[in-house]
C-alpha cells in the first residue's frame, strides 16, 4: 500500500475508525494494537506490541496481555467489510464452544486469524511461539485448539493491501 492502511480515508473516516466502530458495536472494549502516537486521535485505548517489529502475532499478544475478557475478538485495521453482524456471529460461536480460538475461513478453506476470537488463555502459547522467533500466527497457534469456522462469503475478512484495492471502495 505504500502507507499506513489505517490511516486510509474511508467513509468520512479512517478505514481503523470504521473498523473500530464495528467491533464496538459487539463489545464495549475496543483496544488497539499499533503506534500510539499515529492513533492517539482515537477514542480507544491504544497500546504498542511488546514484541515489536514480529508482525500480526505480536498483535494478538499485546491484546490479550492487556484484556480482561475470556474472548477476545482480533481484527486487523483493513477490512473495509467486516461488519458487527458478522464479528457478533464469529463471537457467539467461541463462546458456544470449546476452543481456544475460532478462526473463519471462506471458500478457499484458508482460515483468517486476524478476524478472529481469541480466548486469552491462548496468550501463553501465543507468547512461547513469539519468544521461539515464530512469526507466521498460524504456525504461532500450534497447540491451542482452534476451530476453523467455514464460511460461505469471505468478503468480511478481505483486505486491502494495494491502491487498486482501495479504489474500488471509492467507486463503490
Do not use: Q
Not at 491484546?63 to 457467539?92: G, H, Q, Y
Not at 512461547?128 to 468478503?155: F, Q
Amino acid at each position: 500500500m505504500g502507507r499506513d492502511k489505517a490511516l486510509l480515508p474511508f467513509k468520512g473516516r479512517t478505514l481503523l475508525e470504521c473498523v473500530a466502530a464495528e467491533v464496538h458495536a459487539v463489545t464495549n472494549a475496543v483496544t488497539v494494537v499499533g503506534n500510539i502516537s499515529r492513533h492517539s486521535y482515537l477514542s480507544y485505548p491504544v497500546i504498542e506490541d511488546i514484541f515489536p517489529g514480529r508482525g500480526p502475532l505480536s498483535g494478538i499478544h499485546a491484546a490479550l496481555m492487556v484484556s480482561r475478557a475470556e474472548w477476545n475478538l482480533i481484527v486487523a485495521c483493513d477490512m473495509p467489510d467486516v461488519t458487527s453482524d458478522f464479528l457478533r456471529k464469529v463471537l457467539n460461536r467461541a463462546e458456544s464452544g470449546g476452543a481456544d480460538a475460532v478462526l473463519p475461513a471462506g471458500p478457499s478453506g484458508l482460515p483468517e486469524p486476524l478476524c478472529a476470537a481469541y480466548r486469552r488463555r491462548s496468550l501463553e502459547v501465543i507468547a512461547d511461539a513469539l519468544e521461539r522467533g515464530i512469526r507466521k500466527v498460524t504456525d504461532g497457534l500450534a497447540g491451542l485448539s482452534v476451530d476453523i469456522w467455514r464460511v460461505p462469503d469471505a468478503r468480511y475478512f478481505h483486505n486491502l493491501n494495494s491502491p487498486e484495492d482501495l479504489s474500488f471502495y471509492a467507486n463503490d
